[in-house]
């Protein structure tokens, strides 16, 4: 099975198109190397996946050629306890720390708008 089908189907990324990028971007490994969205994948391998600010680390269970409920795809990959307690640690990490403002995207909101305000005033 091609692993950017995987890759959807087991609910990693929205799109086929958005896994075959993350896999040209080299966010995907295939057993410690890089791969292209081509590489036929089967149980047993070991992926790392960067998805978003989320690091995954699976191993390959079953595959499936079809996106199914989130439930089902979970049944897809097993991931490693290291992968389990290094994303725990790092939720944690982003409820601890706030984004700070300048790497916001966007115009500020009102809220923000006034806290500014209010900073340059005194």
């Not at 909101?109 to 340059?120: E, I, P, V, Y």
């Amino acid at each position: 099975m091609r692993l950017d089908k995987w890759l959807w189907a087991a609910r990693f990324f929205k799109t086929r198109g958005m896994a075959g990028a993350a896999i040209d971007g080299s966010k995907v490994k295939v057993n410690g190397a890089t791969a292209k969205p081509a590489k036929a994948i089967k149980p047993g391998d070991r992926l790392h996946i960067r998805a978003g600010d989320q690091d995954w680390e699976v191993i390959v269970q079953a595959l499936n050629d079809q996106r199914r409920p989130a439930t089902e795809a979970r049944l897809l990959y097993a991931e490693t306890p290291a992968s389990i307690v290094e994303r725990a640690r790092q939720a944690e990490l982003m409820k601890l720390a706030p984004m700070p403002l300048g790497e916001r995207k966007g115009r500020p909101t009102k809220r923000d708008r006034r806290q500014l305000a209010s900073f340059h005033e005194d």
